[in-house]
C-alpha cells in the first residue's frame, strides 16, 4: 500500500509525516522528518537539520532535535536513541538493564554511542531513530506485543538484509510474529533520481532471487528501486503487503508547492546536505 500524501503533525510548526492507519494505536508514536521548521542556515533558508553533520552549528542541530520530538511526542517525555550508522546489517536491542532513559545510550550532546543500522525495543518511553539523507527509513511495529524497529537501509544495508535481520531479531528477542506486524518504507531517494554502478546489480544479483525487477536501464544509467527492494524485503520476512505502506517521496526531487526541496538529498545536493530522522517508539 502507497501513501502519495502522508499526514502532517499539527502540534507544531514543525511538519511530521506519519502513517494515517497508524493512529489506531494511541500507544505508538512514530514520523518522518522533512526539511522544514528548523533553525540550520547552513543548507539554505531556516531548515531542520537533525544531523550531527560538520557543516552545521551543534546548538542548532540541538535545537532542532528539540522541535522534532516536541512535534512527535506531544508528551515530550520519550527518550531517543541511536546508532552512529555504518551501511551494515546489524541491530541493536535496547533492553531495561541498558539504562536508555536514563541517556546512558547516547553522550552529553545527544550524539549516539551505539553503531550499527537497526535499532529494536519494547521499553515505553523510548524513541528510535535513525538519520538519512537518501537512504531508505524502515519502520517497523509488532502491534500484538508492543514492539517496535528502526533501521537504516542505503542499499549496502539492503544487501546485508537489514530489515530482514530486524524482523527476525524482533522474533528472537520478544517473541514478535510477522503476521502480527504494520511496516513503513519512508521518504529516500526513488529511482526517478538513483542511477548505479554495474557492480551494485551484481551485489543485488548475489543476494535476491528477484534482483532483476528491481533494476532498470536507462540512458542515465542503471536505476535501482530501494522501496520496492525493501518492501520485499520485509515480505519475505513474513510481513503482510497490505501492512506495508510506502510514503512515495523522492528524497533527490520532491518539492514544497513553493518549488524548495522537501528533504535532504547527499546526491541531490552534491554531498553537503543535512540530515532527517525517522522515528518510532512505545509511549504507553
Known amino acids: 500500500m ?45 531548515t ?11 546548538a542548532l542541530v540541538a535545537e532542532n532535535r528539540r522541535r522534532f ?7 515530550g517525555e520519550a527518550v531517543l536513541v541511536g546508532v ?10 535496547i533492553r531495561e538493564g541498558d ?35 537518501d537512504c531508505v527509513p524502515v519502520l517497523v511495529v509488532d502491534v500484538a506485543r508492543r514492539v517496535v524497529g528502526a533501521f537504516h537501509a542505503g ?3 539492503t544487501v546485508a538484509r537489514i530489515a530482514e535481520h530486524g524482523i527476525a531479531a524482533m522474533s528472537a528477542e520478544f517473541g514478535s510474529r510477522a ?20 557492480e551494485v546489480r551484481l551485489d543485488f544479483g548475489c543476494q535476491f532471487s528477484y534482483a532483476t525487477e528491481l533494476f532498470r536501464e536507462e540512458a542515465a544509467g542503471i536505476r535501482l528501486d530501494l522501496w520496492e527492494a525493501n518492501r520485499r524485503q520485509l515480505i519475505d520476512a513474513g ?5 506495508i505502506w510506502t510514503v512515495s517521496d523522492c528524497t533527490a526531487c520532491s518539492r514544497e508547492t513553493d518549488r524548495g526541496l522537501r528533504y535532504f538529498s547527499h546526491r541531490g545536493e552534491k554531498g553537503v546536505a543535512g540530515r532527517m530522522l525517522n522515528v518510532v517508539g512505545v509511549v504507553a
Open 179 to 198: 503476521e502480527d506486524m504494520v511496516a513503513a518504507v519512508g521518504p529516500s531517494i526513488g529511482a526517478c533520481c538513483y542511477t548505479v554502478g554495474e
Open 69 to 75: 520530538l516536541n512535534a512527535v511526542d506531544e508528551d
Open 239 to 243: 510481513v503482510d503487503p497490505k501492512r
Open 99 to 133: 539504562k536508555a532513559r536514563e541517556g546512558r545510550l547516547q553522550t552529553p550532546e545527544g550524539k549516539a554511542v551505539l553503531e550499527g543500522d537497526g535499532l529494536i525495543t519494547n521499553l515505553p518511553g523510548v524513541l528510535l531513530g535513525v538519520g538519512t539523507a
Open 2 to 46: 502507497k501513501i502519495s500524501d502522508s499526514s502532517s503533525s499539527s502540534r507544531s510548526t514543525v511538519p511530521v509525516l506519519t502513517v494515517p492507519a497508524w493512529g489506531e494505536y494511541p500507544w505508538l508514536v512514530h514520523g518522518f522528518s522533512t526539511r522544514a521548521g528548523g533553525v540550520s542556515s547552513v543548507y539554505g533558508g531556516n
Open 48 to 58: 531542520l537539520n537533525l544531523g550531527w553533520t560538520k557543516e552545521d552549528d551543534p
Open 155 to 157: 542499499w549496502r544495508g
Open 84 to 93: 552512529r550508522q555504518i551501511h551494515s546489517g546489524v541491530v541493536k536491542v
